[in-house]
């Protein structure tokens, strides 16, 4: 093996990994059971997975720079209940969405705001927004708010066919992870932004003495997570057609353990976007497998996915301290 092939399996191993755990997972799926091997049942992890995929890209950012966002399912929440009840007072959709938007954004900047000025921990800071969130969803309402929106109804339930594939679709609200995905994408690999968040990751006082805009990327960073979290409670008030505040329950940590399963190191500096979405898929295809078994309970969910994480924060140590031994 040469010295540019070892080098590239240390610096990509965690992701060639979660690659390889998805197709392994989908095609022995396919083999015990059938009806996976339907082109529809892969395009409806993007449909049963719209929001979980938003808010681990917005998360991915976030744990690239050594930070963690604990609010993002109340944000989910909060912006469907606050959604469904503008709605009902007669606000049209075009001006609802920016509004929850924007609300997003807000939100995240003062949690970055409050962790980069006043030097708390993420964690203190995300979790107190999440309470802070949650509890004003159900201030709105106690209750589950239905959308009867028309503009939302069609977004629910008109179809959009996969071409070249038969019988094969997705709901509109389906394509804004895939869309959001490729602009991540951008934003990681061809933007000073994004090798502004890999360097705070590695190591936030040498960014500083580089003259890098530390401060305000990592409140640009956390507001980007809250306008994920808001895009994602929009996609999820699409898809449900309500708002209600104990939607998203424990998102916030499939998010994480989606972004550690494509490859993301909890301390920062080392990850991408591309990971984070076959560590979606990953957490989609064990949901799957288990609808299709039919037998066993859904906790065997969070076993699975409990367990893929611990194995891939063992992988991404090994890779680590074999990296750091080759440099």
């Known amino acids: 093996m040469t010295q ?18 998805f197709l392994l997972a989908y095609v022995i799926g396919g083999q015990l059971y059938p009806a996976m ?19 681990s890209i917005g998360m991915t ?4 720079t050594g930070g963690i966002d604990l609010s993002v399912a109340s944000v989910i929440a909060l912006t469907t209940v606050a959604s469904a009840v503008l709605l009902q007072n007669g606000l049209p959709p075009l001006v609802v969405m920016p509004l929850m938007l924007l609300m997003g954004i807000a939100f995240g900047a003062v949690l970055g ?21 949650r509890g004003m969803a159900y201030i709105i309402s106690l209750t589950s708010v239905t959308i009867k929106d028309g503009f939302y109804n069609d977004l629910a339930l008109t179809p959009i066919y996969i071409p070249f594939v038969p019988n094969a679709y997705v709901y509109s609200y389906a394509l ?30 040498s960014a500083r003495l580089m003259g890098l805009p530390v401060g305000r990327t990592k ?5 980007f997570s809250g306008f994920c979290s808001a895009l ?20 916030e940590l499939d998010a994480i353990a989606s972004v550690v399963m494509g490859g993301t190191m909890l301390t920062g500096g080392v990850g991408n976007p591309v ?53």
């Open 275 to 327: 990971g984070t979405l076959f560590g979606v898929l990953i957490n989609g295809t064990i949901v799957s497998l288990l609808q299709f078994n039919g037998t066993l309970s859904s906790w065997w969910t969070r076993i699975g996915v409990g367990a893929l994480t611990l194995v891939f924060i063992g992988i991404q140590s090994l890779f680590y301290v074999r990296r750091k031994t080759s440099g």
């Open 232 to 251: 994602a409670g929009i996609v999820w008030s699409i898809a449900l057609l309500s708002g209600y505040g104990r939607y998203a329950p424990s998102m």
């Open 176 to 205: 804004v992870g895939p869309v959001l995905f490729l602009v991540t994408i951008y934003l990681a690999f061809f933007t000073r932004f994004g090798r502004t968040v890999y360097a705070i990751g590695n190591n936030e006082q």
């Open 219 to 223: 409140i640009s960073v956390y507001a």
């Open 4 to 21: 540019r092939t070892k080098l590239f399996l240390l610096n990509h191993g965690p992701l060639l990994t979660t690659v390889a755990i």
């Open 61 to 64: 950012f976030v744990i690239l």
């Open 113 to 133: 705001g409050f962790i980069h000025f006043l030097k708390v921990q993420p964690f203190v800071v995300t979790l107190m927004g999440s309470f802070f969130a």
């Open 37 to 55: 091997q339907k082109p529809q049942v892969f395009f409806n992890l993007f449909i049963n997975n719209g929001s979980l995929l938003i808010v």
